[in-house]
């Protein structure tokens, strides 16, 4: 294991020589750009980087990383992932997913790898459809979506991915998009520096089959005031002058509000570290889909026991109280006898 | 002891303890077992037990049994037919009483042959009666109501005096065969002795079972069985599944590599779960995934990181983690699946055994997906067998499916402890440095550049600079690994993995056969769990005079080298399994030779008579 200084890296050095093959104007591709970008700055080694994925486009995504990954089965990324994560300690492992591969198929291993809080860098590009198998819905499309498996709209109700990751009590959960490179690698960048399992949607444009979801609040013209960024420790505020903003009636439901109407002590200060999961999960509900304002960044980020560090953790006490296993001992464990 | 008690020898017995899943039936056998074991006897058992955890009480449904076979010779099997019943109440009476054969004894619990309980069973009239039973011995002894007069004062509770009924039993069959007091009284300390009371009167109920047995007038013999004859050496008591458990710790020290188990729990695999997470102290590292995909899926992540990964699961299990096994085939990493086999379809009969996944273990995956299975053939064995598995999987980059199954999980024998500096080393040989260079002269890593010889690829869990990689589910081009959707390549990559597990025969031993007379010409072949019974069953066919070989198959695939011409040198081949015939099928398809199917599906292992019955057909038929 090096123990030299990490050595200054650039995104090329990020990048395999492998052709990236999304279709040309995807979201995905400014996705991979803006990590590729973000990873010389975090001060991690290729070597001990890994990205694991699942099936979906989204799920291509290792093959275009210079470091080690595995491109393993629809919705199974988070199981792998734990399996390695647990194991290698010493390893920075994140998950690409789709909301088809993470939240329908793998719906299961995704919360339980979150509630379990093991370390893993979960990056779910939320299209709101499937892609690879040409444009079905997905358990993020809205009510009513035409697609051709629902010639006569969809009568599923959709997940709401945050709010799944709150219910799950994910301890790191996020919403960035991919018209924002900034915004982006700032997410990314808290969510490796967590120690647990941290939960990232990106809403993603899948120009071919559902082609501007998310304009509706992501286009330039219209993101401030349709936006709501999260800053931790700021009264929660959004629009073009920062005159809307969010309060808390006394009931517990979140309004958005005119700031003039409330003044700005009334209104919600956000905490991203409140131990308590409900005013995250509120912050989640306030939009009814991305035709309304709707939140961003960081919902919530606090502290709990890392699942790998726990149970590395046993392992080291029972060496440590026992010494390192012995196996002629462990055949004594149970009454033997003697044959002279 | 009364006058009138006579001590016989005998060369063994078979005894079987059977009451309500709650009566602590299995505690009994067991407890039975450790102190036969101790006194030298070799020994075979075969807990029986419902799938419900307590089926209403005193139904059949409800029954839970023990059997165990005590000799003074080498055994292989748990007895075809018990000596003594012990039955706790009417349905242990009822549900065992078709596999006693006439003159055998009988020891019932009269207390429980009360007319509800009879009812229960399904009884009209009581079988003490109505001479249903003259043909046997019977024993009527009060168990529930000694039990509960000697622990009158031992600070129990009437109910919980009336639980410790089964100690009762013991002791009187300890009496019966000899067995000493001292040992039991002193596990019985060791094992309640959190709570006193409880301690207290099991031991009263087991000191009077004894007594009742010396002071009662109603035996006319006790029996001895003495030591069998071992190879010298330190002996345990070992049941498959701990076995099993044992032999992966050791596989790991072997390899060493850290043991990781990413499990779900299902009968009757969870033993090993339970045994590996005790053994943290090994660096074992166990995971109770949410479901069995995880379980299999986090093996597999822990085999890239560097882990000898292991799965368990039985029945159901085995289906749901067919795709993740498909992927450890493209990948290629190693990966251990142990297939506690049970009676299937479905849920089947979860508690009973059945070797019915062949078939499913040598093809159940979509596309050419060869994979190494073995199977193990004693509960003993089972510990050779993952060793076994783990140098195939480690040295061949591959997922392994071992197959156990119910009856060897839970039944047990002596084992001669190994010497641990002797165990059979594995080597990872993990890749360290860059295999190719690129097109513009810089060092790089091929994930599947291969050795020439064996056609293994090279492991290199992440970590290394120099070696990142990425591998997937879709086709890799020959080499370099990137992803190749060529035709062309995707036949050599199909061929080279199929190849590639076909050479492990190279490693493994060629054909044992069994045959003192060396001019067999009827062929028993059979493989993993039932070697106790065909064994047994040939042997007696042996003693009446006649030639017969037994070929015993651990490698179910590759198959060893020679097994196709040695098959080919008898008249007839008989192939007893406990499904419909499925090593059957592959006997014939891959060698073209008369295999005849002995099938049996009750859930049930085979008995030694019934070996021996087809046997003798077969020798009649071909003379």
């Known amino acids: ?340 | 002891m009364s006058e009138s008690v006579t001590t016989e020898k005998r060369d063994g017995v078979v005894v079987r303890f059977a009451g309500d899943s709650g009566d602590g039936m299995q505690l009994t056998g067991d407890r039975f077992t450790e102190i036969s074991a101790v006194l030298g006897n070799d020994l075979a058992t075969f807990p029986d037990y419902p799938a419900e955890i307590r089926a209403p009480a005193g139904t059949l449904a409800g029954v839970s049994a023990f059997q165990v076979h005590i000799s003074d010779h080498e055994i292989s099997t748990h007895g075809d037919s018990p000596n003594v019943l012990v039955a706790m109440n009417p349905a242990g009476l009822k549900a065992n009483i078709a596999v006693m054969e006439r003159g055998t004894t009988l020891i019932v619990n009269i207390d429980a042959f009360d007319e509800r309980s009879l009812t229960k069973a399904g009884y009209t009239l009581s079988p003490l009666s109505d001479g249903s039973l003259s043909d046997f011995d019977v024993y009527e002894v009060p168990m529930t109501s000694i039990t509960q007069e000697v622990c009158k004062d031992a600070g129990v509770k009437p109910r919980d005096a009336e639980r410790s009924k089964n100690f009762f039993a013991l002791g009187l069959v300890s009496w019966l065969f000899t067995r000493p007091i001292e040992s039991t009284v002193k596990w019985i300390d060791a094992r309640f002795g959190a709570k006193p009371q409880i301690a207290e009167a099991n031991t009263r109920a087991f000191r009077a079972g004894y007594d009742f047995g010396e002071t009662a007038e109603l035996f006319q013999s006790r029996y001895e069985i003495t030591a069998a004859e071992f190879k010298e050496g330190e002996y345990v008591n070992i049941s498959g599944n701990t076995a099993l458990s044992w032999g992966l710790i050791a596989a790991s020290r072997q390899a060493n590599l850290p043991l990781f188990l990413g499990s779900y729990p299902i009968t009757p695999a969870s033993d090993i779960l339970h045994e590996l997470s005790k053994r943290k102290e090994f660096g074992v590292r166990t995971f109770q995934a949410e479901d069995e995909i995880a379980g299999v899926g986090a093996a597999l992540g822990a085999a890239f990181g560097g882990s000898l990964a292991v799965t368990t699961t039985s029945g159901p299990g085995l289906d749901l983690k067919a795709e993740m096994i498909g992927l450890a085939v493209s990948l290629e990493l190693p990966l251990i699946i142990v297939d506690v086999q049970r009676a299937g379809p479905s849920t089947g009969l979860p508690t009973k055994t059945e070797q019915s996944d062949l078939l499913q273990a040598l093809n159940g995956r979509h596309g050419e997906s060869p994979v190494p299975v073995i199977a193990a053939m004693t509960p003993s064995q089972c510990f050779d067998a993952a060793i076994e598995a783990a140098r195939i999987a480690v040295t061949y980059r591959t997922p392994v499916i071992l197959l156990s199954d119910a009856y060897l999980a839970n039944g047990s024998e002596p084992w001669l402890l190994p010497d641990v500096s002797k165990l059979p080393t594995i080597d990872a040989n993990f890749a360290t440095t860059t295999n190719a260079i690129a097109d513009d002269g810089t060092p790089e890593f091929y994930p599947f550049k291969r050795d020439e010889t064996t056609l293994v690829r090279p492991w290199a869990p992440p970590g290394l600079e120099g070696l990142e990689h990425r591998i997937g589910g879709l086709e890799k081009a020959d080499g370099g690994g990137n992803v190749s959707y060529d035709g062309a390549n995707h036949e050599r990559m199909t061929q080279i993995r199929r190849a590639r597990i076909e050479g492990i025969a190279d490693s493994i031993p060629l054909t044992k056969v069994e045959d003192p007379s060396g001019e067999a010409k009827v062929c028993v072949v059979g493989w993993g769990s039932t070697y106790g019974a065909l064994n047994a069953g040939v042997e007696r066919v042996r003693a009446t005079g006649h030639k017969a070989a037994h070929i015993h198959l651990t490698h179910l695939y590759p198959l060893p080298k020679d097994l196709g011409s040695m098959l080919k040198g008898y008249d007839s081949i008989l192939v007893p399994e406990l499904n419909l015939g499925q090593l059957s099928v592959i006997l014939r398809s891959e060698f073209l030779v008369d295999a005849q199917s002995l099938s049996k599906v009750r859930g049930l292992p085979f008995k030694a008579a019934e070996i021996e019955d087809a046997l003798m057909a077969m020798l009649e038929g071909s003379s």
């Open chain 1, 1 to 340: 294991m090096s123990t030299t200084a990490v050595p200054i890296t650039t995104r090329k050095d990020w990048s395999s020589d492998q052709e990236v093959r999304w279709c040309p104007g995807c979201g995905d591709y400014s996705i991979l750009s803006a990590l590729q970008m973000l990873m010389p700055e975090l001060g991690v080694r290729r070597e001990k980087t890994v990205f694991v994925s699942g099936i979906g486009c989204a799920s291509r995504f290792p093959y275009y990383m210079n470091t080690y990954g595995m491109h393993s089965i629809h919705g199974r990324a988070p199981a792998i992932a734990t399996g390695l994560s647990v194991t290698r300690p010493d390893l920075d492992v994140w998950v690409v997913c789709g909301d088809g591969d993470a939240l329908s198929i793998g719906g299961n291993h995704l919360i339980h790898a979150l509630r379990r809080n093991v370390r893993l860098n979960i990056l779910m590009f939320n299209n709101q459809i499937y892609g690879l198998t040409k444009g079905q819905y997905s358990p993020t499309s809205e009510e009513g979506k035409v697609t051709k498996s629902t010639p006569f709209g969809s009568i599923d109700h959709p997940f709401n991915p945050i709010s799944l990751a709150i219910g799950a009590e994910a301890t790191f959960v996020a919403r960035t998009h991919d018209m924002d490179r900034a915004h982006m690698q700032e997410v990314f960048r808290r969510a490796q520096e967590h120690n647990g399992a941290a939960f990232v949607e990106v809403y993603q444009n899948c120009n071919v089959f559902n082609d501007g979801a998310f304009a509706g609040i992501t286009a330039k013209d219209v993101r401030s005031s349709m936006i709501i960024s999260l800053q931790h420790g700021e009264p929660i505020r959004f629009g073009v002058e920062n005159e809307r903003g969010v309060i808390q009636k006394s009931d517990g439901r979140l309004e958005i509000v005119n700031v003039a109407d409330v003044g700005v002590e009334a209104l919600l200060v956000h905490d991203e570290h409140r131990e308590d999961p409900g005013l995250a999960f509120a912050l989640s509900r306030l939009s009814n889909g991305v035709h309304e304002p709707t939140p961003t960044g960081v919902f919530r980020a606090v502290e709990r026991s890392e699942y790998g560090n726990d149970l590395n953790a046993q392992v080291h006490d029972a060496e440590a109280a026992k010494g390192p296993g012995d196996l002629a001992a462990l055949f004594r464990s149970a009454t033997t006898w003697t044959v002279d």
